[in-house]
């Protein structure tokens, strides 16, 4: 069966100041496997006419293992276990803007997103 990519967009807003977009991409190699890619945005308010500004952005490449959780949040959204975990990453990301973690601690913990998907809710639909 050939590859088809994919690209989704998803959202965490935790408050009216802050702001974690996701975007989420399948990538089809010639050979017909599959790479797929987190995009992660932590944006904040950043003036009083409510606009947003992003602060960090990261590219994280998805574990292999983590390929089927990243096919079912594509196509079903987050789930509760990864709306949280986004949260997590969203504080570890400003820790990083404000020089208190590394680099590396922001990428883990935004690619954490993807590998704490509930294996039993794998394909299920979210609310």
């Known amino acids: ?13 935790p408050s009216q100041l802050r702001k974690i977009v996701f975007d ?6 010639d050979d ?6 987190l995009h992660f945005d932590l944006q904040e308010r950043s003036d009083s006419n409510g606009n947003f500004t992003s602060l960090v952005k990261l590219d994280v ?8 959780k990243a096919a079912a949040t594509a196509q079903n959204g987050l789930d509760e276990n990864q709306r949280a ?3 997590v990453a969203g504080d570890t990301a400003k820790d ?3 020089g208190n973690a590394s680099e590396q601690d ?4 935004t690619g954490a997103v993807i ?4 294996s039993e809710l794998a394909g299920a639909p979210t609310r």
């Open 61 to 68: 490449d998805v574990n292999k293992e983590d390929h089927p």
């Open 85 to 87: 975990q986004a949260l």
């Open 1 to 13: 069966m050939a590859c088809t990519p994919i690209s989704v967009s998803l959202e965490v807003n």
């Open 96 to 98: 990083f803007a404000q």
């Open 24 to 29: 989420l991409d399948k990538i089809c190699n």
């Open 32 to 37: 017909d496997t599959v790479e797929w890619k």
């Open 115 to 118: 590998s704490v998907r509930s």
């Open 106 to 109: 922001a990428k883990d913990d």
